[in-house]
Each structure stands twice: as structure tokens, then as C-alpha cells.
């Protein structure tokens, strides 16, 4: 009996609770029942502790839909990171609006000179170090796992064991890439993301039926017009929904 009570209390240990804006993002795919998809969310973030202890945060990006999910131990642990991310930016944020990959030299991401009030504020909070996963299929890059722990040498050795465990690759495997969490702002913004999902999909849809076209065409369609124009595809989603509805 008390074997039992020591194993619950150790998974208890092992949990990180998604963000909120992560909980609001899988309940909208879910269509208001999220308990699958949070399981299996939860289930990486014991899986990942399991193996280091240390871990704090786990995001899981996926590339296709520029969608994240966000877990951490404590709320505590969340608020504290942002508050350090927002002081000083933080080596990782860029919001500059583009939608291209921005690639960040490590010497620029340690820079201590240029980031010394991010790295103290960091190190307050716990994130010391951080290990990022390729998802792959097929040869092709579909995602990502961030992993961030309270320890500078967590992940050492840790690489494969937890590419195994999550369903990643340890080839391309990136350390202290992220230690401003720039994941968890990625995570905020999956939302509205997904709200502009949705848009384009119904902007889509009615492109397709009044012109007769294949949905892939319309879709293909609808990104030419944005391109064209210089503004997201989201904002012509929106506009000819408004424009189409009876």
C-alpha cells in the first residue's frame, strides 16, 4: 500500500499543466472536448521528466499550421519567465511581423555582453538550459520539441534517450537554442492562430463553390491574391468571408 501511494506521489511529480492558451487552443480543435489530445500533451511532459527530472517546460511546435503547445511545472515558473522575456526581449523574441524562419547564431544567443539582465532574470526563474527536437516524417520536418530545464548540463547525455521517448530525432538536435522561451509566446499566440485557420478554410471553401473550383485550387488561389497584395493570407480570408456571406 504504501509502495502504491509513493509511485502516485512521484507521477504527481513527473506533471506539467499546459498554459492557458494552450488548454483554450487544444479545446478548440477538440470542438470543446480536449481530454485526448491534452492526455497525449501530458503524457510527453512525464515522459520528458522521467528522464530529466530537472524539466520545467516542454512545447511541441508543428510546422504546417505555425501552431504551439506549451507545458510547465508551475504557474509560478510561467509568470516568472515572462516577466524576464519582456524586460529585455531575450536573445530569442523577434517580432518583426515576417513569417520567414529566423535562424539565431548560438554566440549571439550567449552572448552575455548584450544579454546579461536577460541571462540573471532567466537564471532567477530556473531555465538554464534548453534542448530543441526535430520532429521528422519521411526525411521531412513536420515539428519540434523545446525542452527547458532548471540545471546548465540536464539534457547532457539525454539527447537520444529523450528523442526515443517523444517521438522526435536527435539528428539536428539544437542546444540552449531557446533559453528565452520563445516557445511559450509561440504558444500564446496558437489561438489566434487557429481562429485564422479556420478563416481562411471557410474563405476557401466559398472560393471554391462560387467559382467552381477544385479546393486545392482555391486555396492555391486565395494565397496568390495575398502574395500579390503584400498582406497576410488571414486578412483576405476575413475579407472575403465578410464580402461572400449572404
Known amino acids: 500500500m504504501g509502495t502504491e501511494s509513493t509511485e502516485g506521489a512521484d507521477r504527481e511529480d ?12 487544444l479545446s478548440r480543435i477538440q470542438g470543446g472536448s480536449d481530454e485526448d489530445l491534452m492526455a497525449a500533451l501530458k503524457d510527453l511532459g512525464r515522459r520528458a521528466r522521467e528522464i530529466v527530472p530537472e524539466c520545467v ?3 511541441l511546435g508543428l510546422v504546417r499550421d505555425g501552431v504551439t503547445f506549451t507545458l510547465v511545472a508551475t504557474a509560478e515558473d510561467l509568470a516568472a519567465i515572462d516577466a524576464a522575456q519582456y524586460l529585455e526581449g531575450g536573445p530569442c523574441v523577434r517580432d518583426d511581423g515576417g513569417a520567414d524562419t529566423v535562424e539565431v547564431a548560438m554566440d549571439d544567443v550567449l552572448d552575455e555582453a548584450a544579454w546579461a539582465l536577460f541571462a ?6 530556473g531555465v538554464a538550459s534548453s534542448l530543441s527536437l526535430p520532429i521528422a516524417d519521411r526525411g521531412r520536418i513536420i515539428g ?25 530525432t536527435a539528428v539536428g538536435a539544437v ?5 528565452a522561451f520563445r516557445s511559450r509566446r509561440l504558444a500564446a499566440e496558437t489561438p489566434e492562430r487557429l481562429v485564422e485557420i479556420d478563416t481562411v478554410d471557410t474563405a476557401t471553401g466559398m472560393l471554391a463553390a462560387r467559382h467552381g473550383l477544385p479546393v486545392e485550387h482555391a486555396r492555391a488561389k486565395l494565397g496568390d491574391a495575398s ?20
Do not use: C, Q, W
Open 57 to 59: 517546460g516542454l512545447s
Open 144 to 168: 519540434g520539441i523545446n525542452l527547458y530545464a532548471a540545471t546548465d548540463d540536464a539534457f547532457t547525455g539525454h539527447h537520444a534517450g529523450l528523442a526515443r521517448a517523444l517521438g522526435a
Open 227 to 246: 502574395r500579390r497584395a503584400g498582406i497576410k493570407e488571414a486578412v483576405v480570408a476575413r475579407l472575403l468571408v465578410e464580402l461572400l456571406s449572404p
Open 175 to 179: 542546444r540552449n537554442g531557446d533559453l
Open 14 to 25: 513527473l506533471a506539467m499543466e499546459p498554459v492557458p492558451e494552450t488548454r483554450e487552443a
Open 120 to 125: 540573471r532574470a532567466s537564471a532567477a526563474v
